[in-house]
């Protein structure tokens, strides 16, 4: 007599794929969870080295480094860190003295080796795990000494920028020039800035923040980006970054440029620089000239809800996108006046 092994039947099998499927669809959104909790503790953990190496700058030199020089010697703050941050073999290469990218005039200021070599070479502790772009723009092909662009080789970006104050230093305090290096009240400007000038303490000025990097959109007219978040308005020649200027479409030959944060050895806003005139992740746009200075430049994640910021003692908070401006302005400030509490930050 023989027996018969009963099988699954049709409407057993596709209840039991129903049944994973449905397991699947809870467990997904928790695994992404997980992951997105992991990205902002390692970012976090970055911002946390890199303001032990600013602190680590200032014992060595007395003051915390520029974040950029006077044009053309515009090697980021980021730069000149680097020995700081183990990263000897790279911060060697970098000269200070020299500009960090070919420059109009190579023959007064050339494009060493060094400073080409490293403009190209990735640095991981400047790059959060949330970008997909993973520190390299696409089309940020880099410009050779020559003033040729290479075929091959990409600028490396960075995630991390520095601070150059509220954005409301103006020469002129009228509300034109958004942001000038020349006039900044944050911890990074034209010039550096002994701790002793930090007034407000380093426990209430930020330091560092989050930056997205470009997708590498071709540049494009029009009066509207196709991404705020990763694109930058660019005015014509020395055009002043007003809140008018930088509206979108306003300014004749204004340009949509998707390389933001393409290049963290140059100390030009949206690059390797930010200041606080936007709030976090701010719906307006990223706006700069061809001057680079001054200019409107957002701190801006991937995180959800807010960015990681570094203060000037090396703490790291994350900030809500709805910080008001004027406890976002004012902890930006190294001497500023009122609305200092960093704890309204969160």
């Not at 002043?240 to 393409?262: I, L």
């Not at 700069?288 to 790291?316: E, I, K, Y």
Request: aromatic residues 8%.
């Amino acid at each position: 007599m023989t027996t018969r092994k009963r099988g699954f039947t049709l409407i057993e099998l596709l209840v039991v794929i129903a049944i994973i499927a449905i397991l699947i669809g809870l467990l997904l959104p928790a695994v992404q969870k997980v992951r997105d909790a992991a990205a902002r503790i390692k970012c976090q953990n970055n911002l946390k080295q890199l303001g032990l190496a600013l602190h680590n700058y200032e014992t060595a030199n007395q003051n915390f480094p520029p974040g950029r020089a006077a044009y053309p010697l515009v090697v980021s703050a980021q730069g000149r860190i680097l020995a700081y941050i183990e990263q000897d073999a790279i911060g060697r290469a970098v000269d200070v003295q020299q500009v960090p990218l070919y420059n109009s005039n190579p023959t007064s200021y050339p494009l060493t080796a060094g400073n080409y070599q490293a403009s190209i070479t990735l640095v991981s502790l400047f790059l959060c795990p949330s970008d997909p772009m993973r520190g390299r723009n696409p089309q940020a092909f880099a410009r050779q000494a020559s003033g040729s662009f290479s075929t091959t080789d990409l600028y490396a970006g960075t995630n991390y920028v520095t601070c150059i104050g509220s954005g409301d230093g103006s020469a002129d305090n009228t509300g034109t020039y958004w942001g000038q290096y020349k006039t900044s009240d944050g911890l990074f400007g034209q010039t550096p800035i002994r701790l002793l000038e930090v007034q407000d303490g380093l426990s209430n000025t930020v330091a560092f923040s989050e930056s997205t990097m470009g997708n590498g959109s071709p540049d494009a007219t029009g009066a509207t980006p196709t991404d705020a978040a990763r694109q930058v308005l660019t005015l014509t020649g020395s055009t002043p970054t007003s809140d008018t200027n930088c509206a979108g479409g306003a300014v004749s030959g204004a340009v949509w440029s998707g390389m933001r944060g393409a290049k963290w050895i140059n100390g030009h806003y949206a690059d390797a620089n930010y200041n606080h005139h936007l709030v976090p992740n701010d719906s307006r746009w990223d706006c700069s000239n061809a001057s680079h200075n001054p200019g409107q430049a957002a701190a801006r994640s991937n995180h959800t809800g807010g960015v990681n910021v570094c203060l000037g003692d090396g703490s790291v908070r994350f900030v809500r996108d709805s910080v008001t401006p004027a406890i976002w302005r004012a902890a930006a400030t190294r001497a500023g006046v009122g609305n200092e509490a960093v704890g309204s930050l969160e």
